[in-house]
């Protein structure tokens, strides 16, 4: 039979981790996170800081010269990277409470990715009649990956750093009263 727990000093090298998941995870965000193409020609490239901050993009025409078009950020990506740049800044924190912080930032910033894509896929197909399809690329799924690793790792690390709870026994004292 074969022991199933994990000791403390196991752990210890895998929890070092959460901050580079974080900059992985931060990192990704410069990477292509979306294109969006109308009957299999791509219309728009755009990576996850474009996308938080905003960009220009040039849109072939039939005739002429391409036009160019501001897309506006779009804001639940800019908490999302916000929040991964926080959970980083706690990560690289000793102390339990950071962990915890870390752990809930992870959780959010992935959380609003989800829920862009949500938006994005219902927005685009809404505007687009349906002609317009949207396909998310190598950095929102490393994006996602690294987030949900670096909010598992953070909580191993709040869990060998947070003290030890003293379940010994006091003497008992009778109510006053």
Do not use: W
């Not at 800019?78 to 690289?92: D, E, F, H, N, S």
């Not at 870390?102 to 349906?130: D, H, K, P, W, Y």
């Amino acid at each position: 039979m074969t022991n199933l727990q994990i000791t403390e000093s196991e752990l210890r090298p895998a929890a070092k981790l959460s901050p580079a998941a974080f900059l992985l995870a931060v990192l990704s965000f410069a990477l292509p996170f979306i294109s969006v193409s109308c009957q299999r020609q791509a219309v728009a490239k755009l990576s996850g800081l474009e996308l938080a901050t905003g960009t220009t993009i040039h849109q072939p025409a039939l005739l002429g010269a391409p036009q160019e078009k501001k897309v506006e950020g779009l804001p639940i990506v800019a908490i999302a990277l916000l929040a991964a740049v926080g959970g980083l800044v706690l990560a690289v924190l000793k102390q339990p409470k950071a962990q915890i912080g870390s752990t809930a930032l992870a959780f959010v910033s992935a959380g609003c990715l989800l829920m862009m894509r949500s938006e994005l896929n219902s927005q685009i197909t809404e505007q687009g009649m349906g002609l317009l399809v949207v396909n998310y690329h190598s950095g929102f799924y490393l994006a996602l990956l690294f987030l949900m690793l670096s909010a598992v790792l953070s909580f191993l690390r709040y869990q060998i750093a947070k003290p030890p709870v003293d379940f010994s026994a006091s003497p008992y004292a009778p109510p006053v009263g």
